[in-house]
């Protein structure tokens, strides 16, 4: 542990960085470490990481992809089920000491049999699919490119061109694409709008492709009917914020890849990362950074 | 639709004599309430479980008496792998981090690990229609599932892909234990001391079938031991339980109330199916979902 008057020099030392994601690794933090080497992202997303400071100043980003695939769409299942049966406010209801009855009109969204749209079929939009086959959900979903056949076939999947067309027919909408610049606030109103009124959303990507403040008004004024969230902009939310007073909203505070043999693997590719550049060697799990 | 109510014993004397009668939520129907409607003929349970039916009394009464199994399995299997999964992730103490105490003030990469689900062990205690449903939403997230079951079914084995094994054995390898046996004498305390004793310390409880399968009292000195590593509820004996039990003040604990078939399309199709239960018993016909077939003198 660095003591409080200890830090002159060490900045020059500081050949690699082993960060979470957060606190962002800014233009400002890289060109303060004249000797920085490698960021080691112990994440799959790296929107936090400024790319371009990082190419400019010839330091490389490793990343933790595949191994927090299967973690997070049990994740993204846990905050859908959640949220469609209302298993948080039914928690509540039977603790509360004033329930003397449980109301037997009170009640959650169908799952079984419904449809399952997700926006973003990369590696784990693939492993949300492929859950919902036990359920017997239809499985559409929406990505810049379309997949193969046979990848479509394995998860009995079919694509929707559109995103309005796609938020038009399902009844859960699961959001897993990456932070870039297209896709900023891509679920604002008009998206939320278009979703059915009895629908359910699922974001486990990151906060900044939603408007919070339309999922809020859609939440609130029934436009969808309860949405589960992983992740916010910002992380944390304020403790005033509108969307954490709202019952028909489940919120975890970005633990989607929480288990410990995940997050076991996740460090060690981190570690493994930081290694391999400062041996030298290959890294594995590289980002590729903007060409200058 | 009406509002079931906790404080019924009196209305048996509200009421005129019936001659059918539709129960939803879980009122008991007693010997003593069947006994003040002389011309009763159906008892029509929207529900699969009619152990609130005093189905003794309505043998000897020649009663008829219908429940409506089958078209709950598949929501009823649903709310089971809501529960599993949210024990699993944590969501109700995420709920209190970030909702309730406010905790959440800076992105903190230690809090709330969870148990992953996929690749798990599940062991499923009772494999019947809802068992059967359940299995195959299990190993769609690659998890290997056991059952204990009283009558082995190799047919679904092979379809499902899924293991026999015996109670015991159960208990002692699953990460997660789902009971959906219907209640009975044999079945009431089915999970107790001894049962919670030989499960995993790391393992999670899911109790979908009802209260008195599991001992509470049981089931709160385990968790509170460290015996197990969370349970979730969504029946519980009685029904709702004390707010002060125990039980719920644990933070490893999920309580529902009784959601297991609660949409909108389920209770419906519930509805229909147990309307035409009442009217074929009604009527004296073959109910088309029978616990009991008609058998009254004319």
Redesign the interface.
Known sequence: MVQPGEEAGLKEKIVAIFVWIAPAVTRELITSLPNLRVVGNCAVGYDHVDLAACAERGVRVGYTPNVLNKTTADMAWALLLASGRKVVEGDSISKNPSTSTFDSNWMGQQVSGTTLGIVGMGRIGYEIAKRAVGFEMKVLYHNRHRKSAEEEERVGATYVPTLAGLLGESDYVVLAAPATGDTHHMMSREQFAAMKPTGVFVNISRGTLVDQDALAEALRGGVISAAGLDVTDPEPLPRDHTLLSLPNLTLTPHTGSATLPTRQAMVQMTVDNIKAVLQGQPMVNEVALPSL | ?W????ILPPIAEKIPPLDGLMT??HEPVSPEMIATSPNLKAISVVGVGYDHVHVETCRERGIAVGHTPGILS??T???T???L??T?????P??N???VS?Q??????N?????????ATLGIVGMGRIGHAVA???????MRVLYYKRERRPDWEEELGVEYVTFENLLEVSDFVTLHVPLTEETTHLIGEAELALMKKTAILVNIARGPVVDHYALYDALKQGQIAGAAVDVTEP???N??HPL?SLDNV??????GS??????MKMATMAMENLLAGLKGEQLPYGVLQPNFPR
């Open positions: 639709m509002h079931t109510s906790a939803y939520g598949d929501t299997a649903d709310m792998m809501a529960l999964l949210a699993a992730r944590n969501i109700v995420a709920y981090h970030v909702q406010k959440w003030k800076y992105y903190d990469p809090i709330l690990w969870g148990t992953d689900v996929h690749h195959k939403r299990a190993r769609a997230f690659d029904e709702p339980i707010t002060d719920l999920i309580v529902a109330p009784h959601l609660a949409t909108v399309q389920t209770r």
